[in-house]
């Protein structure tokens, strides 16, 4: 009988990650240093922008934060990123997206550091990342993995399912089940019989942006779902791709929103600048 899923706790996994990247600052020679930069005041990114402040300073980063006017310009922006690239305190460079639309903003990801490309954007990072050679890797995606190696979740041979193929989770999240011997299914807006897609697999990872999406007769018994949606419900709380209440009583495994993917991606941010630093300073 199916007594309702494991429900993996991301606050306390992200918050463990964290203890553990401070403890390793703390031994370094240096201070890791991360610099966000945020054009214009879109309320969502200044929240953002100011969590991963916060978050890096508890760690004992030297973090910074350059603030630009919503109509910097294009070259002004490059400039500023060229100015990052060659300061040798800077391990980690973070352009907060979205940019305002005057900005082309894969020419912005293209001028960053690949080695300070935190946020695992640039090309050559994409790149590697689809060679199965992963140098700094997307931050959700990451926080992803590392949660089903926190609740053990056996990644060999399973068959997973990706919902949603952006650049940002679907597509890296793919390539990291792939890299780690899933037999991945990548689902997206003109797949046929989504529904049936998903019954047969043992790992769902949902990543579309639309609200309890996936009900829980699309879940195979004992099936982990993680949820990496982050919508408005109707009742105006936060919910994510899955509806949670029908899936908790089939998953094996299942992650809340809130609290399940979203507290990993900040943590994992850290801990790539971490990788950053180590890998610039030896
Ligand atoms: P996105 O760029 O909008 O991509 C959405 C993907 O979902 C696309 O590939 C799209 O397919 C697919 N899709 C949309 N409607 C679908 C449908 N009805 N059936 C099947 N596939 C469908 O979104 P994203 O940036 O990947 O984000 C996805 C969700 O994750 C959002 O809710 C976002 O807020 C959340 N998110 C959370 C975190 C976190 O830290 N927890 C981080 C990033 C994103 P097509 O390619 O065919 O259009």
Redesign the pocket.
């Known amino acids: 009988m199916q007594r309702g899923a494991h429900i993996i706790d991301g606050k306390a996994v992200a918050a463990r990650l964290r203890i553990k990247i401070a403890e390793k600052v703390q031994a370094l020679p240096y201070r890791p240093g991360l610099t966000v930069v945020l054009v214009g005041e879109d309320p969502a990114s200044t929240v953002y922008v100011r969590n991963k402040e916060r978050a890096a300073h508890e760690v004992g980063f030297e973090s910074n934060t350059i603030r630009l006017p919503v109509d910097t310009s294009q070259s002004a922006l490059h400039a500023c990123i060229t100015q990052l690239n060659e300061d040798p305190g800077v391990d980690g460079i973070l352009v907060q997206l979205p940019l305002p639309s005057h900005i082309d903003a894969g020419l912005i990801v293209r001028a960053i550091d690949p080695l300070k490309d935190v946020d695992g954007f640039h090309p050559e990072n994409v790149a590697a990342l689809a060679l199965g050679m992963p140098r700094l890797v997307p931050c ?1 995606p990451r926080g992803i993995l590392l949660l089903l190696r926190e609740a053990e979740v056996p990644l060999r041979g399973a068959r997973a399912i990706v ?4 650049n ?3 597509r890296p999240v793919a390539s990291l089940l792939l890299a780690a011997d899933a037999t991945v299914t990548i ?5 046929r019989d ?1 529904a049936s897609e998903c019954r047969r697999c043992d790992i769902l990872i949902a ?4 609200a309890e ?1 996936v009900r829980g007769d699309w879940i195979a018994p004992g099936a982990t779902v993680i949820d ?4 408005r419900g109707t009742h105006g709380g936060l919910v994510g ?1 899955v509806a949670f209440g029908e899936a908790v009583s089939v998953a094996g495994v299942i992650t809340p929103v809130p609290g399940g ?2 507290p990993m ?1 900040i943590a994992c941010l850290l801990e790539n600048t971490l990788i950053a630093a180590a890998a610039r300073r030896g």
């Open positions: 959700t919902l949603g193929r952006s940002i989770v679907g689902a997206h807006s003109r797949t989504i990543a579309i942006g639309r999406f990496v949606g982050i919508n791709d993917v979203g991606t």
